[in-house]
């Protein structure tokens, strides 16, 4: 299956302690996204990268959140001194970023998080 | 105002009838809409896209666009049990918005037997 690929699928951490989420985008594929989603919520925007470049990234997210994406192809999401807050569920996704689909975005399964 | 609207829901409707989803988006500079499903405890799958103005046709379901209007919708013919679940409107802004796509908050659905 050459879908989106998360890693871990859940994740339970106690407060204070750090998070990392890694996203395998469909090959090919140069547009990676972070989404959070939280229960009866839509997909809120994080970040997101072409290749290597993030090249936007939300207002709203924390200093505490950090994403890479080093050589262009798998990403990262690193989440600092965490909070109960940021239980919810991490969602990898990717486009390909040019073409008559170019912007039409595939999710990966997400990553849960559950701080306590 | 948010970006992306939509009716939280439960839309009820019985098996075999028409569900009926809207969705508002405040960017008038918006080019591209996408319909997803996302069962519950699952990730969001993509149904359909649709770029231009008028109606879209794929198997049960129908995404319609009105950009004067600055509304989308998703009609499901035939509903069927298995189409139980939250359907999310996203948006790709105008220029200024970048690349990403913004989503509505979901409409949940339920189709009764």
């Known amino acids: 299956d050459t879908g989106v690929s998360q890693d871990p699928r859940h994740k339970i951490t106690k407060r204070g302690q750090n998070v990392t989420f890694r996203c395998d985008p469909i090959?090919?594929?140069?547009?990676l996204y972070w989404y959070r989603q939280t229960l009866g919520q839509g997909p809120e925007f994080l970040t997101y990268?072409?290749?290597?470049?993030?090249?936007?990234k939300s207002r709203l997210l924390s200093d505490r959140f950090s994403a890479e994406r080093p050589k262009g192809s798998f990403s990262t999401l690193e989440i600092q001194r965490t909070e109960q807050g940021d239980s919810a569920m991490y969602l990898c996704?990717?486009?390909?970023?040019?073409?008559?689909?170019?912007?039409?975005?595939?999710f990966g399964e997400g990553s849960w998080l559950t701080v306590v | 105002q948010k970006e992306v609207e939509q009716n939280s829901g439960p839309l009820s409707v019985p098996e075999g009838a028409i569900a009926s989803l809207n969705c508002t988006y405040s960017?008038?500079?918006?080019?591209?809409f996408f319909w997803y499903r996302q069962y519950s405890g699952k990730s969001p799958e993509l149904i359909m896209s649709?770029?231009?103005?008028g109606d879209k046709e794929d198997g049960r379901f129908t995404a319609q666009l009105n950009k004067a209007s600055q509304y989308v919708s998703l009609l499901i013919r035939d509903s069927q049990p298995s189409d139980s679940a939250t359907y999310l409107c996203?948006?790709?802004?105008?220029?200024?918005?970048?690349?990403?796509?913004?989503f509505g908050g979901g409409t949940r659905v339920l189709v009764k037997p």
């Open positions: 996203a948006v790709k802004g105008g220029w200024a918005a970048g690349n990403k796509l913004t």
């Open positions: 649709i770029y231009s103005n």
């Open positions: 960017d008038r500079g918006s080019q591209s």
């Open positions: 990268f072409q290749n290597e470049a993030q090249l936007e």
């Open positions: 090959s090919e594929h140069n547009r």
């Open positions: 996704a990717s486009s390909p970023g040019q073409g008559p689909s170019g912007n039409t975005i595939y």
